[in-house]
């Protein structure tokens, strides 16, 4: 069965155990700043954190994954299964096809050549001599460009390994909709932040994001996921959705009204070609019940036949930590449905 892949862990936790127990081998990380991963200082967007997975994927070998994103996640998962369907017009239609055989000797013989590289040999610029010491093929002044380059971002980008698999389904829970409103938000946000720290977040967040009927064990549990961030590292992953939504406003406004119409949504939401599961919390104060409806109405006709919608009762935001048997069995449900057609 594909490998289930967690974006902004771990707000998804509690229904990972339900998916192992059904056979489902479930990755779950924090993103760049998030949690337990450090902030690098790099800013970031939709299409970096969307190019961590993939470079995620390709580390661990995985060649069908099924991908879940809360929140912020939800776009990134969009991206990402928005480039899966480039990927897939090029390799066999049967989703529940391995790799081809070529593919899978390039990546064996990566595996070799990497391991038979000397711990010199993947970091200095110059070659190595017999003793050790670094040779003086390459000029200082080019070693020093070298270093600058390898130093740069984008550079690092390119050197991540390809992801060469399919993704078989995506699901999205809560799913951000950019808008010049919640760039706004986020402003504000990442302006209290800088000025209170994550405690202000901590203050606020578990009440206002959560259905009334969220019990004190959930606030309790917000509270401290908000704790485990940096002040900086919330402050980059607010960017993202910031930055997200101020490019969307730009990119749209000379031809797009006030209020997103589905034709107008990044592209991320309508070059998705895989079957998508959104999940909405009728009391979701974040992301409103129509925003979730826009991004699912912006789905190209061929993939919302195959997809599906749940709106959950009694959930805000925190859709997984207030119904977790709720979103694991419509999650299930969905899977079972999706694989089997593409068996």
Not at 14 to 29: D, E, H, K
Not at 134 to 143: I, K, L, S, Y
Not at 220 to 225: K, N, Q, T, V
């Amino acid at each position: 069965m594909p490998t289930i892949i967690f974006l902004l862990h771990p707000s998804t936790d509690p229904i990972i155990p339900t998916l192992v127990a059904a056979g489902y081998a479930c990755v779950a990380f924090d993103t760049t700043g998030a949690g337990r991963s450090p902030y690098t200082g790099i800013e970031q967007s939709v299409a970096s954190l969307a190019d961590d997975v993939e470079a995620l994927l390709a580390h661990l070998k995985v060649h069908r994954a099924i991908i879940v994103g809360h929140s912020m996640g939800g776009m990134v998962a969009a991206e990402l299964t928005s480039r899966s369907g480039r990927i897939e017009k090029t390799q066999s239609n049967n989703e529940d096809q391995p790799l081809q055989q070529h593919e899978q000797q390039q990546l064996q013989q990566q595996d070799v050549q990497d391991d038979q590289l000397k711990p010199q040999e993947r970091n200095q610029p110059g070659g190595v001599d017999n003793h050790g010491g670094e040779t003086n093929h390459v000029p200082q002044q080019q070693q020093q460009q070298q270093r600058e380059q390898e130093q740069n971002p984008e550079h690092l980008q390119r050197q991540r390994p390809r992801w060469s698999g399919q993704i078989a389904a995506t699901v999205w829970i809560g799913p951000v909709l950019p808008s010049a409103g919640v760039a706004d938000v986020f402003r504000k946000r990442i302006e209290r932040v800088e000025a209170e720290g994550m405690e202000a977040m901590a203050n606020t967040i578990p009440l206002a994001a959560t259905a009334p009927s969220a019990s004190p064990l959930v606030h309790a549990f917000i509270r401290e996921l908000l704790l485990g961030h940096t002040a900086p590292g919330y402050v980059s992953n607010c960017r993202v959705i910031a930055g997200a939504a101020v490019a969307e406003t730009a990119s749209s406004s000379s031809s797009s009204p006030p209020s997103l119409s589905p034709c107008s949504l990044p592209s991320w939401y309508h070059r998705v070609a895989c079957p998508v599961l959104l999940l909405a919390g009728k009391e979701d104060n974040s992301v409103p019940l129509a925003n979730c409806e826009t991004i699912f109405a912006s789905l190209n006709e061929r993939v919302r036949r195959k997809s599906n919608m749940v709106v959950l009762e009694n959930c805000g935001h925190w859709h997984v930590l207030e119904r977790p048997d709720a979103v694991a069995n419509e999650m299930l449900g969905f899977l079972k449905k999706t694989l089997s057609t593409t068996a």
